[in-house]
């Protein structure tokens, strides 16, 4: 957790820009230094969830019947965690898209003739004053998918959160 807490201290997107620029403008570079940056976040979730739900009582009881270690893993800690990392991919997503089109914005991306939305904002913007369109519809496909992505995380959070679940019904 140490490793995770420093890379944690680093802005994400500094980092990746700093990580694509070492390892080379390329997609697979970027989405490798997008990875890097975005790894930290689920291994404190995972670690969280794992730390709450092994002190609950149906997970003692398991441990008390001599289940093995694996199957008090996978049916009782993993199940039973896996709400809010669902919740933290969705809105990771949307935190890749922002970065990977960052990064394809600065050339540290998808290369030509990729396409990739980032790099269309880029290579667009000589033509905003005479047809802006060209450069803010790429920017507004990267708006709505953030957009959709975030708003899909927001359902699942109330979904898998119980006490909020029992207002919606």
Known sequence: MRIVDAILAFPALVLA?????AFGPSLQNAMLAVAITLAPQFARVARSQA???SVKPYVEAAVSLGLPNSRILFRYIFVNG??????????????AILQTASLGFLGLGAQPP??????????NLQYVRSAPWVALAP???????VLSFNLVGDSLADWFNPRRRSELD
């Open 17 to 21: 820009i700093a990580l694509a620029a």
């Open 51 to 53: 730390l709450s739900v």
């Open 82 to 95: 896996l709400g809010p990392l669902l919740v933290q991919s969705t809105l990771a997503l949307g935190s």
């Open 114 to 123: 990729m396409a990739e939305w980032g790099a269309d904002v880029s290579a």
């Open 139 to 145: 920017g507004m496909a990267i708006l709505f998918a």
